[in-house]
């Protein structure tokens, strides 16, 4: 199992779309656009200065977008990972 | 759903205006003009540092400027949408 | 109406002033040199890191003096407009 | 009347003394070395995130040292005034 | 023994994982993949403002990922380990 | 009289010491090294974020080692002093 | 004596080990190695912004390690030392 520490959280990245024009497909490289995935698992928080710790406000199984230049791939037992900060999750997909 | 995270706002940007001269269209591309757009969702706030959440201070349906640089463009359901920090609103348009 | 979110403040810049040598009218351009306005609307405020609110310290109708790199242009009503953070005003002018 | 905001402090700048040898003047240009000016009006202090407001520590009347790159330069009434920061104001000179 | 300070851990890197491609040994250098290693020691942790000190929050024998830029490298008893602080590690790997 | 401001302190720096090598004369350029001086006047301090204010912990009379790039060189009664900020003391020297 | 300021601690560094191979003694050079010292003097310390003051987690006698890159070098008595901030000691070696 892979436990995130801090604010971290660990993601399972999805496959970035891909478009098609006349049969041809495209990369999806546009700049600044966030990625999805879904939450495997969430670090216990980071600290604020008056001691109270601050949970990530993501749970297990959430959908997520994230800043496409966040994080640290990791591999584990032969998939891929991706750790991230919680300040780099933008917002849940229902 | 897009559930914007801490203390981002989801946008719905409008067309940037143009402007004619002689019929001719002209792309407005005024260095640090914000860009306008109609508040789609709000996140639930970010921490201060005595443990206190402060919500942004907008809501569904307010008329807002951003600053044009900001914010992560987002797709949903075919559309087109800008998830920026609250600091990045600049004002609300009545 | 404009409202200018956190501690922004919205301006109505004025003329930059012009000086005459012998008729030819000179570009006022010296670095640094604030520039002036009129306060049009004022923002609720920043938050300190206790939750207390602090609201920017001019009124509307003030006459103030700002940083002239600082802000965003805004057209308003078929008017231009300047918003600022309260951290770039310099004085109020009486 | 120029009422400086927040911490900053409205100076008249004393002219930069000169040096002669032989009779020629010569610029005082040396780098860091700060500039004098007598202290015409105070600003009402910045906030600390204790909620506590702390005046600048000069009065009017002071004669200061202040650090020679800073603040802005300020005409008003057909004088030339320099708007500074407290942070840049080096020492009182009695 | 090497008594980490502040909020860092001593850790004992592990070999960099191989991959064989028709029995070729291929260095793995994936861009900001992060490296695993035993924690070893673990400082007291750092000051909050508020007083309140956090230990990081991983123990002896923790086996982590760590970001592989962190930490400085120290050869003790002949052996290397890697000083690193608690935000460079990760994740814990169970 | 030099009436330093906030943590600044102001110092009589002493003459950089030289080194003869076979009679001639060779600056002491060393990076980093810091120079020595004498505390001349002690500002009343900087304020802490919860409204402390915290006084220089040095006095009059002392022998301090400072970081030689820092401060700025004043120029009183016609003697040299040089004004630091209490962060560039480096040590006491008995 | 030299009394270190702040969070500051005066160490004597050791010499940087050599390595010989063959005979030739090669510098120690490697990036981000760590050099070690025994300290000689410790700071009161570092005030936190509740108005707590914090000493160096070391004492008197300590063989550390620290940052190679840090500090400032100081000559007192005809001996060589080394002023280092806390934050830039890496580990007690016992």
Chains 1, 2, 3, 4, 5, 6, 7 share one sequence.
Request: charged residues 30%; hydrophobic residues 40%.
């Amino acid at each position: 199992m892979l436990k995130p520490l801090g604010d971290r959280v660990v993601l399972k990245a999805e496959q970035a779309e891909e478009k098609t024009v006349g049969g041809i497909v495209l990369a999806n490289n546009a700049k600044d656009k966030p990625t999805t995935g879904t939450v495997v698992a969430v670090g216990e928080g980071r600290y604020l200065d008056n001691g109270q710790k601050v949970a990530p406000a993501v749970k297990e199984g959430d959908h997520v977008l994230f800043d496409k230049y966040a994080g640290n791939e990791v591999e584990y037992n032969g998939e891929k990972y991706l750790v991230v900060r919680e300040k780099d999750l933008v917002a849940i997909v229902d």
